[in-house]
């Protein structure tokens, strides 16, 4: 593959999957309302999302503002083009989700051993184990599994992170018989030559074997880290309306890759990535209002490419007096 | 040139060109003082630039926040491994930052007939004549010459500008004896595919001119931009220390490419950019007491991948409790 062709889409798909329902709700204080929720998945999978991750089947207890898991998945349309996956952390939550529609589940541990038992309160050998017992749930209910491995990029704590062993655990899954395996920068510490390295070394190892991208913007680097992957041969990448999300053992750090900023730059690039930038950009408008906060994203503050701007009300007197310089220069030449 | 020579620096150089001093400064509402101007560029020299742009030898009425120019050209330290670059408007201008002492002087005209008549109140013929005096005066005195042409990638009132018309731009300052050409995106709406285009074009047709990319953040796109400018041959960069910066014509739009934040990424990438981070990040950090107002850099807020966070204090009880947990397990099986 050379640069040319990374640089340059030719109408190839990119398959963009919203995870601001999930993902970045979950970070909020405001509980936003179960019809507010159903409104936006709805929004999201009618832009054209290849897959929304609408929710996740957690304790209430722990994630207060997703106790509505269930009452989302059962509201929300359904559209045949779009995944509708759901977090699930143990075979409760895979039986909730499953019982309430979930076309996918989405099992999450880290590759760091200090961030799993900081996010999770378990060694990963012990997470593994059980997710295990998840993946034979699913798979005697026909649902199909994506892992999701956080810090897999470098963890805040432990620092890097050797590929060989993001490498060996995604081995497990794969031999546990997952379709699909998210290499997750949790807190936006991965730069493209890594994204790049990685990405290689998953697409010769597992071809069969959907990739996803989930990358943070901690670093002003998504964008970035999605090129390099897409030079490397992925397709298919997280991101979340409006940048919301984020993590909490990364203080001041900014959110998800935004999807708006990702799916303009894509386009522009001449890739095609199914979603309708205006639609899509109409939900990010509207996030303030529920959340109650400002968001980071770059379009919905500058308008896409395309938006023009009006001249200044001066200008055709501007244009007119420089006409006229001209005009008497040009008598006087 | 292969996607893998773009993705891995190798120790490649890349030329930094901090334009903080003046492309930022000028747009503040506070007046800095002299001395911390020059403190400023002090520390952006040592801290390894291989170019500043110091100061405007502009009228004070136009841009007040700059009317120390000569004070603070005359006034900051030399270091041979940076040139002091200054803008200039016309002759009188050329002629000031010469008697100071510009190591260089940077022209500007915009490849926009409706930005330039706002910007600068002149067609775009009118402006090509008066820098043609300038060219003589700086020629006459042995000072190189850069010309910056402002919205070479689109003009945010009249949308696209055709390479074409860039290109013949370019080629008549080039035929006017010019060392250098900074190809500006003014107002953030270059996009990856269309840098690596109107690059590739650039490096086959004027091998020996010195090419800049000038590069805002408005949309997201300034590292990827980068990134499609490297592959396609380009190693010099302008950018805004702390992401200052921004544009009149352009309401809500964000800054200049933020030095640090390239520096951070192309550093871990392999690149050689000859810049202490750290140094530089120091000056980053320190402007928002000199302008009164927060910026965008990423660097700043989150710090670079190699700062760790400290793990939560409950963390051992968390790890003990785990390993209690294990080992109770393992006992039952």
């Known amino acids: 593959m050379n640069a040319q062709h990374v640089w340059n889409g030719g109408g190839r798909r990119i398959y963009i999957q919203e995870v601001g329902p999930r993902d970045g709700l979950q970070m909020e204080k405001v509980f936003v309302s179960t019809a507010d929720k159903i409104a936006m998945v709805n929004a999201l999978s009618a832009a054209g999302m290849a897959k929304v991750e609408v929710t996740a089947f957690v304790s209430p207890t722990a994630i207060p503002a997703l106790a509505d898991a269930q009452e989302v998945l059962r509201g929300i349309e359904r559209p045949s083009g779009t995944v ?93 018989g997952v379709q699909g395996i998210t290499l997750c920068d949790t807190t936006g510490m991965a730069h493209p030559t890594q994204v790049h ?40 990448f997280d991101a979340s309306v409006g940048g919301l999300g984020g993590c909490p053992y990364a203080p001041g750090a900014s959110g998800n890759a935004c999807t708006e900023e990702l799916v303009h730059a894509l386009q522009l690039m001449g890739y095609d990535t199914g979603v ?54 040009q008598q006087q030449g």
């Open 84 to 176: 509708m996956t759901c977090l699930v952390p143990n075979v409760k939550g895979a039986e909730r989700a499953m019982a309430a529609g979930a076309d996918e589940l989405n099992l999450v541990m880290s590759v760091s051993e200090t961030h799993n038992l900081c996010n999770l309160r378990m060694l990963r050998t012990q997470s593994f184990a059980a997710l295990q017992e998840v993946i034979a749930v699913a798979q005697r209910g026909g649902v199909a599994i994506n892992v999701s491995l956080s810090c897999s990029f470098g963890c805040p704590m432990e620092g890097d992170v050797p590929a060989d062993e993001v490498l060996a655990w995604v081995q497990s899954f794969v031999d546990a």
């Open 276 to 329: 309708d930038l205006t639609a899509l950009t109409r939900v990010a408008a509207s996030l303030p209002a529920l959340i109650g906060h400002d968001i980071p994203s770059a379009i919905v503050k500058a308008g896409p490419v395309q938006q023009l701007h009006p001249r200044p009300a001066s200008f055709e007197q501007v244009r007119t007096r420089a006409q006229e310089r001209m005009q008497a220069q």
């Open 197 to 236: 390295a990685l990405v290689t070394a998953f697409k010769a190892r597992w071809p069969g074997t959907t990739l996803t991208l989930h990358f943070h913007d901690t670093r002003a680097m998504a964008l970035p880290n999605a090129l390099a992957a897409i030079a490397a041969g992925a397709d298919r």
